[in-house]
């Protein structure tokens, strides 16, 4: 598993990226299933609502096992 240390306003905008990405994908997206892409967006809506307000120092990415983040102050 690749660990990353960032700093809480580096995370946050990681997350965001990673959430334009999925709703760029969802907008694309002509069939398929499209509520477990939006599940996705919400997992990552929580995750930078945690990171923001310091509930989390480390999360993993909802769609990747491989990845973790470590938010460093």
């Known amino acids: 598993m690749e660990q990353f240390f960032m700093r809480r306003a580096s995370a946050v905008s990681f997350l965001l990226e990673r959430?334009?990405?999925w709703l760029e994908k969802i907008a694309a997206a002509t069939e398929g299933d499209v509520e477990q892409e939006s599940g996705q967006v919400d997992s990552l809506n929580?995750?930078?609502?945690?990171?923001?307000?310091?509930?989390?120092?480390?999360?993993?990415?909802?769609?990747?096992?491989?990845?973790?983040?470590?938010?460093?102050?």
């Open 46 to 73: 929580q995750l930078v609502l945690d990171v923001r307000a310091g509930r989390l120092s480390e999360f993993e990415l909802p769609d990747s096992k491989t990845l973790a983040v470590i938010v460093t102050d």
């Open 19 to 21: 959430r334009r990405s």
